[in-house]
């Protein structure tokens, strides 16, 4: 009766050692990125023109007529001088704003496309209207 006796030794001995590598990369970039400039803070300053002052008195504007660029954004603020409400409305820029008796408001609008679009207080529209011309 043979026997056999089989003894099957494995010895995995696996040792490695990398070597993360040492040797200093050129990772030299040079400057850094270029400072980050700022968003102006204010808009209400400079050249723009982005800024229009439109004043009640008398139950009358003091102005009948605005030069606006198609696209352009625009800051309208309107004094009311009057004891009584009034209102700027330019619907083709779809602004409609109140103004208290004796108060300041400011209204923010987009002008549109080019052309010739009316613009008025909607409690005096007969007597307090002009027209805002947009090239
Ligand atoms: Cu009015």
Not at 69 to 91: I, M, R
Request: glycine share 14%; with cysteine.
């Amino acid at each position: 009766m043979p026997r056999r006796g089989m003894v099957i030794g494995v010895l995995v001995g696996v040792l490695a050692l990398a070597a993360a590598g040492c040797g200093g990369g050129d990772d030299n970039g040079g400057a850094s990125a270029a400072a980050t400039t700022a968003a102006p803070a204010t808009t209400a300053a400079g050249g723009g023109g982005d800024e229009l002052q439109l004043t009640a008195s008398g139950t009358a504007w003091d102005t009948t007529s605005f030069d606006l660029k198609a696209g352009s954004s625009y800051t309208l603020e309107v004094t009311n001088q009057d004891s009584l409400e009034h209102n700027f409305t330019f619907a083709a820029g779809d602004a409609n704003q109140d103004v208290e008796a004796n108060e300041d408001a400011k209204v923010t609008f987009t002008a549109p496309a080019a052309g010739s679009y009316p613009f008025l207080c909607k409690y005096h529209p007969t007597v307090m209207k002009g027209t805002i011309t947009v090239t």
